[in-house]
């Protein structure tokens, strides 16, 4: 059984930074693309950035560009997301979701692509 546990969401001020990390289980995480996806009160899901299984290719939505960071460790079965520059806007859900093994050697920010999802990590920025 897949699962995808986040943590380190918080409640900062703007400009502050936060590191969110995704501990996955029941898979063989080198060989799955991994994504955040977000979702803020009253809005849709939306992606974040991906990371890929094959040469760890990554991708980011252009309103984190610049400022956010996916990294992956193999040998720990964790993805990370470094957030940098927060900004009020930025205060969402965050997940991290999984996509089949050895799908998606290109990065792809399309929900549908992912089959396994985590429970989420709220993260709020605030004055």
């Known amino acids: 059984q897949v699962q995808l546990v ?3 969401g918080g409640s900062v001020l703007p400009g502050n930074s936060l590191r969110l990390s995704c501990a996955a289980s029941g898979l063989t995480f080198s060989s799955h693309t991994m994504g955040w ?5 009253g809005k849709e899901r939306e992606f974040v950035s991906t990371i890929t299984w094959s040469h760890g290719r990554t991708m980011y939505s252009e309103s984190v560009k610049g400022r956010f960071t996916i990294s992956r460790l193999n040998a720990n079965n964790t993805l990370s997301l470094q ?5 009020p806007e930025d205060t969402a859900v965050y ?3 999984a996509a089949k093994a050895f799908y998606y050697p ?11 999802w985590g429970q989420g990590t709220q993260v709020t920025v605030s004055s």
Do not use: D, H, I, W
């Open 6 to 8: 986040e943590s380190g």
């Open 37 to 41: 996806f977000r979702q803020a009160p």
């Open 83 to 87: 957030m940098n520059s927060l900004k």
């Open 95 to 97: 997940y991290c979701a």
């Open 106 to 116: 290109r990065p792809t920010g399309e929900e549908v692509s992912y089959n396994y």
